[in-house]
């Protein structure tokens, strides 16, 4: 079996063809400074489900220095899995959840899973982080022993390559030390921003969604560029990376998009011949009601 092929990653827990590696020096230099203001330097880190999102947040946080591998635990239901975290994290492994032995619980099995799971923490002074897509802090509050405090988070699939995008909220117990936490371990894989619950439909909408728009764009700006005459392996690298740089404009220079667009939209050019094609045909509109389309459903799913 290659180790790339779908069976060995549900063993591993890893996405096919995807390598943790891309951490900026600058993001660890960031992350390293936060740990030293943070709370995770003393956190005793308990993980429920080792497996991608888990596998990566773990590694974040490791690779980045927030927390030493000597202070996380991890158990997950699938042996394999459970071993390439541990092989990949350095982190210790418990045969269940009671026996994490931890302070801080990070919840990262699907959504279906997470009842069960909830049902076998211990009770007592502790704060439950939850990635499990949907289930809101009332229903997670609703479900842990007495004494233990929830934030919910709302990462993304770049998060897997540590260029993720995220949101997280607090339950109605959580202190801001256990913010502090959330943002430490969701900020070592990409951007975290703390927002009100009431906006987490949103963002599953855009940057929980949102990768796949970007993905369908990279792809038919890579057909454009075929149909232009280019080859396409070279059209997917350079449409994927145009779309790299573009964001890192906006993120690096602060400048608003309107303007860096009209930077190279010169009068009678090339760029505002493409420019006026997409108008035509509704792209702005599309993905504005892309993302409001995706909240939409985020929150009739979360209401069922
Ligand atoms: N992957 C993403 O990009 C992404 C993005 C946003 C949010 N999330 C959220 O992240 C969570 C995890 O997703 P994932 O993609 O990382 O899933 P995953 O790769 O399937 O990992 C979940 C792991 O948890 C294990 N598990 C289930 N019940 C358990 C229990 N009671 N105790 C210990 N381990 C248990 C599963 O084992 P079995 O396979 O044996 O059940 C599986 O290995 C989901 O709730 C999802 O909504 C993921």
């Known amino acids: 079996m290659s180790p790339d092929s779908p ?11 995807i390598s943790r590696c891309l951490y900026s020096p600058r993001k660890m230099a960031l992350a390293r400074r936060m740990a030293d203001t943070l709370v995770c330097r003393d956190m005793k880190l308990g993980v429920i489900g080792c497996g991608k999102m888990g596998g990566a947040l773990v590694e974040g ?12 635990r991890g158990c997950d239901s699938h042996a394999a899995t459970a071993d390439a975290f541990a092989a990949a994290t350095g982190a210790t492994l418990a045969p269940d959840i009671a026996s994490l032995d931890a302070d801080t619980f990070l919840l990262c099995t699907k959504p279906h899973h997470a009842a069960a799971a909830l049902a076998a923490l211990p009770a007592g002074d502790a704060l439950l982080i939850s990635v499990a897509a949907g289930l809101t802090t009332a229903w997670l509050e609703s479900r842990v022993p007495a004494g233990v405090r929830v934030v919910r988070c709302m990462p993304n699939t770049p998060a897997l390559i ?12 959580a202190t801001a030390a256990d913010t502090d936490a959330a943002r430490l371990l ?4 990409g951007l975290a921003v703390e927002l009100p619950e009431s906006l987490m439909d949103a963002v599953t909408g855009l940057s929980g969604s949102g990768p796949a728009f970007v993905y369908i764009m990279i792809e038919a700006m890579a057909d454009g560029g075929v149909r232009a005459g280019l080859p396409r392996a070279d059209a997917l690298k350079l449409a ?11 993120l690096e220079t602060g400048i608003h998009p309107a303007a860096l667009k ?11 011949a493409g420019l006026a ?15 409001h389309a995706a909240a939409r459903r985020s929150a009739e799913l979360g209401a069922s």
């Open 186 to 189: 969701l900020g070592s894989v």
């Open 240 to 250: 994927a990376q145009t779309v790299l740089g573009a964001a890192a404009m906006v």
């Open 262 to 272: 009209d930077m190279v939209a010169s009068p009678g050019g090339t760029t505002i």
């Open 61 to 72: 946080a490791i690779r980045s220095g927030a927390i030493p591998a000597s202070q996380v």
């Open 162 to 173: 540590g260029k993720g995008a995220a949101a997280f909220c607090r339950g109605s117990a």
């Open 7 to 17: 069976a060995s990653s549900k063993m591993t827990g890893r996405i096919p063809g």
């Open 277 to 291: 094609e997409l108008e035509k045909h509704g792209m702005r509109s599309a993905f504005i009601e892309a993302v």
